[in-house]
């Protein structure tokens, strides 16, 4: 299997937690997953996101996709 490359996106759930005063497992609870997945997204290390999954996190965060993710420009 060859090796995974790197991909440009940054995820900033850590700041819209933060703004909304929400913990991990918080968000884990509301959105329908475990708390060890949020981690993996919320550190960059995810490798999909599904559209329904997407849509849960910007409901409870009421928030936009863009305001999730951003390609970093390096």
């Known amino acids: 299997m060859p090796p995974e490359e790197p991909h440009g996106i940054e995820i900033h759930l850590d700041a819209l937690l933060a703004e909304r005063g929400m ?4 968000l884990a609870e509301r959105v329908g997953l475990t ?20 849509s849960k996190l910007c409901q409870v965060l009421d928030c936009q996709p863009g305001d999730l993710m951003s390609v970093r420009r390096d």
């Open 35 to 54: 708390p060890v997945n949020v981690s993996v997204l919320k550190n960059g290390r995810a490798k999909a996101i599904r559209f329904s999954t997407l």
């Open 23 to 26: 913990t991990v497992t918080e």
